[in-house]
């Protein structure tokens, strides 16, 4: 199987002006020298007005640190008030893009059908999507999980052909497990991601299978991601509390890299 170096991405949510991004960045920088780089891929995804200084600063320090948003419309232009389109992204040099995530399905009424044709806009502008699905809490107790992962994958991911598939970073969000410092077990985790690479076997083919980086997401921290990471089909995380405190993000980041903590 193909080597998949592990993804650890900060989501802020709707944290941070631009002055505290630049903080942030900057500790996380000065707490993981370059040899961590090689091990594990770190990436922020700070609301949309930090981009643009979190670009000057990566490009200025030249920072190995990458960034990204977390939403993209699904046009490219025109008359839609509020939204950021892929052209955009790709101007500020976003290497990912967050996309479906629960927040989104749940306050701002996206659907499987709006997730897929933002995943689209995103490969279209290769900013890289971070395709986020997971199962809310009465399906998990109605041991559903497994069967709605799969259909949110299905609907998400139609009419892609597998060169788009392998461009997709998965990430899979249980519902429950965001910001309730309730972490899915990491038998529990991987039991949905190995689904998620099956399903991607199945359909696309195994040489897609084995490079698409499957995230967890949910309470991740220092003290549970080594676990996580240790099984076999995580390839990282994504984060939202511990990735707002520079010193738990960095250490989380050195963790997924196989350490020393910085
Ligand atoms: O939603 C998440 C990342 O996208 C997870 O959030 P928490 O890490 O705060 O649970």
């Known amino acids: 199987m193909a080597a998949r170096l592990p993804l650890i991405a900060g989501n802020w949510k709707?944290?941070?002006?631009?002055?505290?991004?630049?903080?942030?960045?900057?500790?996380?920088a000065f707490s993981l020298p370059e040899k961590y780089f090689a091990k594990v891929e770190v990436a922020v995804l700070p609301p949309f007005v930090d981009i643009r200084s979190i670009q000057t600063l990566v490009d200025g320090d030249k920072l190995l640190i990458k960034y990204g948003a977390q939403d993209i419309s699904q046009h490219d232009s025109g008359a839609y008030t509020g939204e950021v389109s892929g052209p955009m992204l790709?101007?500020?040099?976003?290497?990912y893009v967050v996309v479906g995530h629960s927040e989104r399905r749940e306050y701002h009424g996206e659907t499987d059908a709006i997730?897929?044709?933002?995943?689209?806009?995103?490969?279209?502008?290769?900013?890289?999507?971070?395709?986020?699905f997971g199962e809310k809490l009465e399906t998990r107790e109605?041991?559903?999980?497994?069967?709605?992962v799969r259909q949110?994958?299905?609907?998400?991911?139609?009419?892609?052909?597998?060169?788009q598939v392998a461009r997709i970073v998965f990430a899979y969000e249980p519902v429950w497990a965001i910001g309730t410092g309730r972490t899915a077990s990491s038998a529990d985790a991987q039991e949905v991601c190995s689904l998620v690479r099956s399903f991607v076997a199945e359909?696309?083919?195994?040489?897609?299978?084995?490079?698409?980086?499957?995230?967890y997401g949910g309470s991740v921290k220092s003290s549970n991601i080594s676990e996580l990471i240790a099984q076999k089909d995580i390839d990282g995380a994504l984060v939202g509390g511990a990735s707002l405190q520079a010193d738990e993000f960095s250490k989380l980041c050195a963790l997924a890299a196989g350490g020393p903590l910085p």
Do not use: S, W
């Open 14 to 28: 709707m944290n941070l002006n631009h002055l505290e991004a630049i903080g942030l960045v900057q500790k996380i």
């Open 90 to 95: 790709k101007k500020l040099a976003c290497h």
């Open 142 to 148: 109605a041991k559903g999980h497994l069967e709605l």
């Open 115 to 132: 997730v897929n044709a933002k995943v689209k806009a995103a490969l279209k502008h290769e900013v890289t999507p971070i395709f986020c």
């Open 203 to 215: 359909k696309y083919g195994e040489e897609t299978a084995a490079v698409v980086r499957v995230l």
């Open 152 to 163: 949110q994958l299905e609907a998400g991911l139609k009419g892609f052909t597998a060169e």
